[in-house]
């Protein structure tokens, strides 16, 4: 495995690998370039090895082709979502001191120098940190080495048969661990052409699919539903499609079933997460039962358990290396090197595994973690609310919604709930979809508010 090669991009010999955007294409030759010419712009601003770069910016050519300078200078990748609010780019650059941050600029304002070549580095350096919400309500970042995400990206290569005939269609950001790998490090290891989604429309995902002859897609089932129920789909439009992988809540037997009917590839539940990317998954050889009712086996070299509480460990080569704050890493790590998911699940006596729910309170809402915590704060730092407890409520398109249940001195509604966000610079999605006021909110006997019966009134009660 060459590991530099995988995180440049630099796919099998001759493969002539294309990344399209919305409002421009490069083909391979003219991508490593354009990366050449970052890599030189971010040694201009003093970039070394080991130093971090920040960015904030949708999903275009120049987002990729940052990720892969900072890789070619061995400086870390640390991309921040294009939907976060003020105040969490600022939490989050505050945590990582970049040696570059770019996050106040846009397409035009990216970093461009003299044409650099590739830097010699340590392999099990640094690469990138991304952030996930987990369930302190702080965003945490987390570590991944260059040989690990290497390791990644030519595994599922493999493991999804994928060639540079292949084309991907990525709509999911590629600040999170999805969309770096399977928009950025995948398609460059495969030499396979990558369509790039600034914001999704399942209108024109069809379109795209269909102009590109788009043959694999990764992402949270949300998409998959938007483009089945949108007015254009029909099978002759979607055709070209093999490969579908989704993971998260929502990916359900009867959403499995749908889809493979629907798009006429092959559609599988996946499990991973920041930490600990794509552990699971089945192939097409495997039987669609499987695929159907199973986030599948290990892949690779990855192990799994589930101890004494029920909750899911894993480990193997592409864990991540820890995380920004050694306080949480040391909690998520076992003595024996096994990382702790906080994820309910089980284990069959062929390894399939079947995942059952969070063990603490992150919130799934279409693919995106939502710290309960994190909510529940900044509704508790509104001057009219004396308590507050967020829960996830079921729902088919989106797996959950935010529900807030909350004690207050006035009223306060929904649109009171948005505008608060809003002023807060928090990101919308974390913003909930509904609020219920409460005289006071149920506890358990040491005092904790009663989450599951909140759950419980979210789905019995119509008001909020």
Request: glycine share 10%; hydrophobic share 45%.
């Amino acid at each position: 495995m060459n590991v530099d090669a995988i995180l440049r991009g630099s796919g099998p010999e001759g493969s002539g690998s294309l990344v399209i955007d919305d409002h421009a294409s490069l083909e391979a030759g003219a991508l490593e370039s354009h990366v050449a010419r970052i890599a030189g712009g971010l040694l201009a601003r003093g970039v070394g090895v080991g130093d971090v770069v920040t960015w904030q910016l949708p999903n275009t050519i120049d987002a990729l082709a940052i990720q892969r300078a900072c890789w070619r200078i061995g400086a870390v990748a640390a991309p921040i979502h294009a939907r976060a609010g003020r105040a969490e780019v600022a939490a989050m650059v505050g945590q990582l001191g970049p040696a570059a941050d770019l996050t106040g600029a846009d397409t035009a304002d990216v970093p461009i120098g003299p044409p650099t070549p590739v830097a010699v580095v340590d392999q099990d350096g640094r690469a990138a940190v991304l952030f996930t919400a987990g369930s302190s309500g702080t965003p945490k970042g987390v570590v991944h080495s260059r040989r690990a995400l290497a390791y990644k990206a030519s595994l599922m290569v493999d493991v999804h048969g994928l060639t540079s005939r292949d084309v991907v269609l990525m709509p999911a950001p590629l600040a999170h661990i999805s969309g770096m790998l399977n928009g950025v490090l995948v398609p460059g290891a495969a030499g396979m052409t990558t369509v790039l989604m600034a914001k999704w429309d399942p209108e024109r995902a069809l379109d795209l699919i269909e102009e590109h002859r788009v043959t694999f897609m990764v992402g949270p089932t949300t998409f998959f539903v938007a483009m089945m129920d949108a007015d254009g789909f029909a099978p002759s439009r979607v055709e070209s499609m093999r490969v579908i992988s989704s993971g998260g809540a929502g990916v359900t037997p009867a959403f499995v079933g749908r889809a493979t009917q629907a798009f006429g590839a092959h559609v599988k539940r996946s499990y991973g997460s920041t930490e600990a990317p794509t552990i699971t998954t089945t192939t097409s050889r495997d039987p669609y039962e499987r695929s159907r009712d199973t986030d599948g086996r290990a892949v690779g070299k990855a192990e799994l358990r589930v101890d004494e509480h029920g909750e899911l460990q894993v480990r193997g080569p592409e864990l991540f290396v820890g995380y920004l704050d050694p306080a949480p890493t040391a909690s998520a790590m076992t003595a024996d090197g096994w990382f702790r998911t906080g994820d309910r699940a089980t284990i069959d006596a062929e390894g399939w595994l079947t995942v059952e729910g969070r063990l603490d309170n992150v919130i799934i809402r279409g693919g995106e973690n939502i710290s309960a915590a994190e909510v529940e704060g900044v509704l508790e730092e509104h001057p009219l609310i004396r308590h507050a407890v967020a829960v996830g409520v079921p729902d088919d398109l989106l797996g959950e919604r935010v529900c807030a249940f909350v004690v207050s001195d006035a009223p306060f509604d929904v649109d009171a709930c948005r505008a608060w966000f809003e002023q807060r610079g928090v990101a919308r999605f974390k913003t909930p979809e509904r609020v219920v006021v409460l005289d006071a909110l149920p506890l358990l006997a040491a005092g904790k508010p009663d989450r599951e019966a909140l759950r419980n009134m979210a789905l019995t009660r119509r008001d909020g």
